[in-house]
T-cell receptor
Framework: QQPVQSPQAVILREGEDAVINCSSS?????VHWYRQKHGEAPVFLMI?????EQKGHDKISASFNEKKQQSSLYLTASQLSYSGTYFC??????????FGGGTRLMVKP | DTEVTQTPKHLVMGMTNKKSLKCEQH?????MYWYKQKAKKPPELMFV???????INESVPSRFSPECPNSSLLNLHLHALQPEDSALYLC???????????????FGPGTRLLVL
């Protein structure tokens, strides 16, 4: 079952923050975050496993709330290079990775 | 090195043509995947190979025929495609494959296919 991402699109000025949410109606085993620039391959950002963990590198971090069956991706002090479409992928017990509809992020100077 | 390579980058074919897409990885991964991605949509899983054997076929039409000659190579043979099959075809690989224990997948740049 496809996870639901919100918002569908967001426009930021350089230096602003953004939050992208990913929610599922079923119990999650893991959440994977990818960024895809136009015409390029999806690039892996991070994976979060059940247990309510939080991860991050540089100014991009994510949280996983197992109880609420949702994950959030936090983009801090956005840079032009952050522009692209962000996909969350969710895994439920016994199932394959399924991607959400994507969130299109545009960072303007 | 987390590189997955795909050839060709672009492909235009007629509905009566036969063509093949190629994917290669040298990370020692034992699982490889084919995805189809339409514009402004997420990747959709087509096939999964684990240890060179087909593990998953997501009800893909027989005009798409996957092949895994060895652990580093994955092909997708195309025959009698329809215009609606035009899309970006992505290959990915992961260390291993087990349902519900999804390991990180690394994607190639894709082949942009146009069927006329």
């Amino acid at each position: 079952q496809q996870p639901v991402q919100s918002p569908q699109a967001v426009i930021l000025r350089e230096g602003e923050d953004a939050v992208i949410n990913c929610s599922s109606s079923k119990a999650l085993y893991s959440v994977h975050w990818y960024r895809q620039k136009h015409g390029e391959a999806p690039v892996f950002l991070m994976i979060l496993l059940k247990g309510g963990e939080q991860k991050g590198h540089d100014k991009i971090s994510a949280s996983f709330n197992e109880k609420k069956q949702q994950s959030s991706l936090y983009l801090t002090a956005s840079q032009l290079s952050y522009s692209g479409t962000y996909f969350c992928g969710t895994v439920h017990a016994g199932n394959m990775l399924t991607f959400g509809g994507g969130t299109r992020l545009m960072v303007k100077p | 090195d987390t590189e997955v390579t795909q050839t060709p980058k672009h492909l235009v074919m007629g509905m009566t043509n036969k063509k093949s897409l190629k994917c290669e990885q040298h990370m020692g991964h034992r699982a490889m995947y084919w995805y189809k991605q339409k514009a402004k949509k997420p990747p959709e899983l087509m096939f999964v190979y684990s240890y060179e054997k087909l593990s998953i076929n997501e009800s893909v039409p027989s005009r798409f025929s996957p092949e895994c000659p060895n652990s580093s190579l994955l092909n997708l043979h195309l025959h009698a495609l329809q215009p609606e099959d035009s899309a970006l075809y992505l290959c990915a690989s992961s260390q291993d494959f087990k349902r519900g224990v999804q390991e990180t997948q690394y994607f190639g740049p894709g082949t942009r296919l146009l069927v006329l």
